[in-house]
């Protein structure tokens, strides 16, 4: 007899958000994983509205909403801010031509992740993992990232449209994990090994979910849930 597969519990974000920021202790990573227009900034926008030290890295060229979206945030161009601003967007400028501007940004980045990892204490927030680790390059600053983070207290926000795009070191050791819906297989494969969850049901769970409603996993304690985000 095939098992009964059972739909996680859903709870409302106005009760799961301030759960979720008690619970995130500093030095443990997050997984945000999503398609574009599914609410991956707004969720990361409620988690770190109430922390210190947190910096962004925009790496968007044009992004008409990004100030609006993390509001009390500076915009800085090059790494470090100055001493009073303690929640910066690190958004260097576009050059002439696409090749610059992609060189251009990776300098900016890498001096920035060089610097943060001795500073410690900082939380980090990448909008999307490829394009920082496949594009600019950086996939051996975000392994170290990812292995050492912990114990140099950085919190790691790692997001991406799609999991399989990016190594698994990059996810493996997320302690909170967002996901919304999707039904390709190889994401779904990807994510099951990020929660060490029953993969069977959480397909059952993806697939049944609406745009904007997400599968959280606490992998620190097991909890697994379905929530929508709700600006606070």
């Not at 790496?59 to 929640?87: A, L």
């Not at 002439?96 to 204490?121: G, Y």
């Not at 050492?148 to 493996?172: C, D, I």
Request: some cysteine; aromatic content about 10%; proline content about 4%.
């Amino acid at each position: 007899m095939a098992r009964l597969l059972s739909q996680y519990d859903s709870v409302p974000w106005s009760a799961m958000g301030s759960q979720i920021r008690r619970d995130w202790q500093q030095g443990e990573h997050l997984a945000i994983v999503g398609p574009t227009g599914c609410g991956k900034t707004t969720l990361v926008s409620e988690l770190v509205r109430l922390r210190r030290y947190v910096v962004v890295f925009v790496t968007k060229v044009y992004d008409p909403t990004i100030s609006g979206d993390f509001p009390g945030f500076d915009r800085i161009e090059q790494w470090p801010p100055s001493i009073t601003q303690e929640r910066v967007l690190l958004w260097p400028k576009p050059r002439a031509t696409i090749r610059e501007t992609v060189s251009h940004q990776r300098k900016v980045f890498k001096r920035a992740l060089d610097s943060i990892f001795l500073e410690r204490n900082w939380c980090v927030v990448f909008d999307e993992q490829h394009y920082v680790c496949q594009t600019l390059g950086l996939d051996h600053e975000n392994a170290m990232y990812q292995h050492q983070g912990r114990s140099s207290g950085l919190s790691v926000v790692n997001g991406t449209q799609r999991p399989s795009w990016v190594p698994l070191v990059t996810f493996s050791g997320s302690t909170h994990m967002f996901a919304w819906g999707t039904r390709l297989r190889k994401d779904l494969d990807r994510l099951g090994d990020i929660g060490g969850i029953d993969k069977a049901e959480l397909t059952a769970n993806m697939q049944t979910l609406s745009k904007h409603e997400f599968v959280y996993v606490n992998a620190r304690t097991g909890q697994v849930l379905r929530s929508q985000v709700k600006k606070g």
